[in-house]
Every structure is written in structure tokens, then in C-alpha cells.
């Protein structure tokens, strides 16, 4: 990666194209420190500092502003959420799908609706971030109409800015604008885990504890070890894939002869990408989340032995977590990839599998082995949500911030497309052509 990057930094285009992205994230990052009037930033950390629920989760994606309630507090959440919705109606919605389909046109009336739908999206999450902030964490100043106006204003315009700046760095920069906002929100988080684990260390320093104390050292060495070994794993099985063979028949156009080359079908073993983790992350959340809003149920009524049942304290959190995945990963998988539509494409081009007949033969063979595929993605996606929740057994804490497996794919997601882009880019720029 480093080498590629220094490859790239040589280059006068794709140097200025770094450097934008960087000039963007910088950008961001100073909005994400722009402090909101009327926000009691004090009493907002106080209330969001639980982990476990889903405002910890918006805290992790938004690099701390959510519970700060900065101008980005909202994050890229309504443009992601936006995102989802327009890739979800375009199958239910014919009209969509035919736009989806219509080439670069399509595609930009496509964006445009997604834009008016982040800024729908933006609206209702800020005025139920601002219910939140007058209500439960009593972080409101002053509860008049025209606070509310400016509080709603600027989170909305922060998540509108968000958006464009996502999209500039897509159009002029290096890698998808709004992971590489992801990436950085998520890189700003490892310093203060870092000052979390020297805190700990220190306050067993504190009490003389010096027998605990070389047993923490020794557990967190045994965590940045094991760390190390997920991240390789992580990056070996993101880039792992499948390869049916494809064979494309010989068919004569005139004088030419086209046709005879082999080929493959590349099948991604983590087709889904960190979609299903950040669906079941939300779903199984919930609870704890409601939790916090009713801090005063009595010891053993029902609903308090209900909110412990689903706690990540219990049992019952990771398996739920699992078994969401795995349904989540099927249903992502069934969305984003057609094998029928690939099948006739195949047939169409004059390609087919060897030893499978085109056409439904081969549409159900590509959905038999991508069946499996999706099962092996989803346990290894169970896998990596499930790490920090081991740790956490332990006992030992990294203070607000939970490093988990979202955060882990989404760094290796990021790092592993903008390494691939640079490479192809400059692959590009040293391609001499066909006559020298």
C-alpha cells in the first residue's frame, strides 16, 4: 500500500487528486468540531457514553460529533440509509429499475432522488436527535421554537454538506467519497482508545496494584497480537473469491473470428460486504437503546428481566447477532446480484460454463454456488462481529469506544478498494500502448 501510494504521489494527476481528498477531509474533520448553539455538549457525552446501544454505533460512524452534537453530527447516516432505500425500491419499483438500467442518464436522475431523500432523511433524524437531546439527555439550553429552528437548520446543512463532499471526492478524488468519510470518522476513534488502554494502565499504576498490572500489560500485548492476525485475515478473506470458468464460443462477423477465449465469473466470498453486520448491529441494539429511556424499572418486573435478556451482557445477544447476520447476508445477496440476469447475459454473448447448459441450468448453478459462498461469508462475518464481544468477556474495557467488527471491515473495505484504484490508475499511465 505504501508503495503504492508513493507510486501514485510521483504522478502530477493523481497527486493533485490525493491531495484534494485530503483538503476534503480535513474540511470535514473541522466540521465535525463546529460546535451547534444551544447544545450542552457536557450533559450530551455524559448520556452517550453507554455502549452497546445504537447511539455508541451513530458515535463510532459520526468520529465522536454525535455525541458531542457538533454541525456533522448526523454523519453520512442519512445519505447511507438514502442509499439503501433507493437500492431496495428499485426492485419493488419498475420505474426505478428501468432507470437503474438506462445507462449514465439513469444514473444521474437515480443520484438526484437520492439527494432529495438524504435531505428528507436528514430532517426527520434531526428532529428526532433534537427530541433526544431536550428529553432524555437534557442537553438543550434553551427549548424555545427558534433554538429548535437552529439546532434542526444545522445538523440538516451538515449532512447536506456531508453529501456533497462525498460526492466531490468520488468525482475528483481518490476512492468512494463517503467510505473514505467513514475511514477517517473511524480513524479518528484510535486515539482515544489509545488514551483508554493508558488510562487503565495507569490507574493500576496508581494503586500500587503492581501484580495486575503486568497481567493487563500482558493481556493487551495478547489483544494487539491477536488484532494483528484478524486484520491479516480480514484483508486475505475480502480479496478471496470464487471463479467459475466461463468458455466463450467461436463465431465468425464477416472476415473476423470472435470468440474461443477463456475466462472467469469472479464470485466475492464477502459479496455483502458489511452490510448484514450493520443491519443485525442496529436490530439487535435496539433494545438497549430503549433501555435507556426508562432508567427506573424496578428490579424483576418483566420488562427489566426483557431489557437484561437482550443486554450484550446476555447469552442471547451474540447468538441473535448471528443468526441476523447470516438471514441478512442471504437477503443482501438476493438484492445485489441477479444470477438469472448474469445467466442470459452469458447466453447472450455467446458465453457458458463448461458442462452446464445455458441458460436456467446455468442460472441455478450460480445460484447453488453462490448459496455457499453467501454461508461461508456470513460465518465469517459472524466471526469478526463476534471478536469484540469475546474480549469483552474479559472484563477489560476500552472506555466509550467499541472497535468492532463494522469498524474492522469497513477500514480493510476502504484501504483494499483506494489500493486497488491507485493501481489500476496507474497502471493506466504506464501503459505504452500496442505500437511501441
Known amino acids: 500500500m505504501f508503495k503504492t501510494l508513493a507510486t501514485a504521489w510521483k504522478l502530477p494527476d493523481l497527486r493533485r487528486k490525493l491531495l484534494f481528498t485530503v483538503m476534503i477531509l480535513v474540511l470535514f474533520r473541522l466540521g465535525c468540531v463546529i460546535q451547534v448553539p444551544f447544545i450542552d455538549t457536557a450533559a450530551l457525552q455524559e448520556t452517550f457514553g453507554q455502549s452497546g446501544t445504537l447511539f455508541d454505533y451513530f458515535n463510532i460512524l459520526s468520529g465522536q460529533a454525535f455525541s458531542q452534537g457538533t454541525l456533522f453530527a448526523l454523519s453520512v447516516s442519512p445519505y447511507i440509509t438514502a442509499s439503501i432505500v433507493m437500492q431496495l425500491l428499485g426492485i419493488a419499483i419498475p420505474a426505478l429499475e428501468r432507470l437503474q438500467k438506462s445507462g449514465e442518464e439513469g444514473q444521474k436522475k437515480i443520484n438526484m432522488i437520492t439527494r432529495y431523500v438524504t435531505v428528507a432523511l436528514a430532517l426527520v433524524t434531526s428532529y428526532g436527535y433534537y427530541l433526544t437531546l431536550k428529553n432524555s439527555a437534557d442537553a438543550i439550553t434553551d427549548d424555545g421554537f427558534f433554538p429548535m429552528l437552529v439546532i434542526l437548520s444545522c445538523h440538516c446543512a451538515g449532512a447536506a454538506i456531508i453529501m456533497w463532499m462525498g460526492e466531490k471526492i468520488t468525482e475528483h478524488g481518490i476512492g468512494n467519497g463517503i467510505s473514505m468519510i467513514l475511514f477517517v470518522n473511524i480513524v479518528s476513534s484510535l486515539p482515544t482508545m489509545a488514551s483508554s488502554f493508558v488510562s487503565y494502565v495507569s ?109 450484550t451482557s446476555s447469552w442471547f445477544y451474540p447468538v441473535l447477532m448471528c443468526v441476523l447476520i447470516v438471514a441478512f447476508a442471504y437477503f443482501y445477496q438476493s438484492i445485489s446480484f441477479n444470477p438469472l440476469e448474469v445467466a442470459n447475459n452469458l447466453k447472450k454473448n455467446g458465453g457458458f460454463i463448461p458442462g452446464i447448459r445455458p441458460g436456467k441450468p446455468t442460472s441455478d448453478f450460480i445460484k447453488k454456488s453462490l448459496n455457499k459462498i453467501t454461508l461461508i461469508g456470513a460465518f465469517f462475518l459472524g466471526v469478526v462481529a463476534l471478536i469484540p464481544m469475546l474480549v469483552g468477556l474479559t472484563g477489560l474495557s476500552f472506555g466509550t469506544v467499541t472497535f468492532g467488527g463494522t469498524s474492522l471491515l469497513i477500514l480493510v473495505g476502504v484501504i483494499v478498494e483506494v489500493r486497488t484504484q491507485l493501481e489500476s490508475q496507474i497502471t493506466m499511465r504506464h501503459f505504452k500502448g500496442f505500437l511501441e
Open 203 to 311: 490507574t493500576y499504576a496508581q494503586l500500587g496494584m503492581s501484580e495486575n498490572l503486568g497481567y493487563v500489560i500482558a493481556i493487551y500485548a495478547a489483544m494487539l497480537v491477536v488484532a494483528v492476525g484478524i486484520v491479516a485475515f480480514v484483508v486475505f478473506f475480502t480479496e478471496s473469491e470464487r471463479r467459475l470458468p466461463v468458455q466463450y464460443a467461436k463465431r465468425v462477423v464477416g472476415r473476423k473470428m470472435y470468440g474461443g477465449q477463456s475466462t472467469h465469473l469472479p464470485l466475492k466470498m464477502n459479496m455483502t460486504g458489511v452490510m448484514p453486520i450493520i443491519f443485525a448491529s442496529t436490530i439487535v441494539s435496539l433494545p438497549s437503546t430503549i433501555a435507556m429511556f426508562f432508567p427506573n424499572l424496578e428490579k424483576g418486573s418483566f420488562w427489566k428481566g426483557f431489557f437484561n435478556f437482550f443486554s
